[in-house]
Nanobody
C-alpha cells in the first residue's frame, strides 16, 4: 500500500505563490505516474498536472504557464509549484499515483490518493 501525504497548502493573496509537496511512503515510485488534482466546493475533481517516470508532463489549460510539476524519485516526492495564483485556484489539492507508465488525466486512472491540502487564494 502506498501512502501519500500532501503539505504546503495555505492562504495566499492573489498573485502569490505556493509550493505543494507530496511525500510517498512504503516503496519507490520511480516507475509510476504521479499527478495533482483539485476539487473546489460544488465542483468535480479535476486534473491539474501529471508527470511520468521519463519526465513527460501534462497540464490543464487553466494552469499552463503558472504551475510547474516536478518529481524527485530518490525522495519519493512530487511537487507542484504554483505561481500567479488566482481566486479560482482555491480548492483542495490532492496528489495521486497511477501504477502505470502512461500519463492519464482521469481520476479513475489513479490508484492511490493523499488526503488533500487546502489552498485558498484571496482577492
Amino acid at each position: 500500500q502506498v501512502q501519500l501525504v500532501e503539505s504546503g497548502g495555505g492562504l495566499v493573496q492573489a498573485g502569490g505563490s505556493l509550493r505543494l509537496s507530496c511525500a510517498a511512503s512504503g516503496r519507490t515510485l520511480s516507475s509510476y505516474v504521479m499527478g495533482w488534482f483539485r476539487q473546489a466546493p460544488g465542483k468535480e475533481r479535476e486534473f491539474v498536472a501529471g508527470i511520468s517516470r521519463s519526465g513527460a508532463i501534462q497540464y490543464a489549460d487553466s494552469v499552463k504557464g503558472r504551475f510547474t510539476i516536478s518529481r524527485d524519485n530518490a525522495k519519493n516526492t512530487v511537487y507542484l509549484r504554483m505561481n500567479s495564483l488566482k481566486p479560482e485556484d482555491t480548492a483542495v489539492y490532492y496528489c495521486a499515483v497511477r501504477t502505470g507508465y502512461l500519463l492519464a488525466q482521469s481520476f479513475s486512472e489513479y490508484d492511490y490518493w493523499g488526503q488533500g491540502t487546502q489552498v485558498t487564494v484571496s482577492s
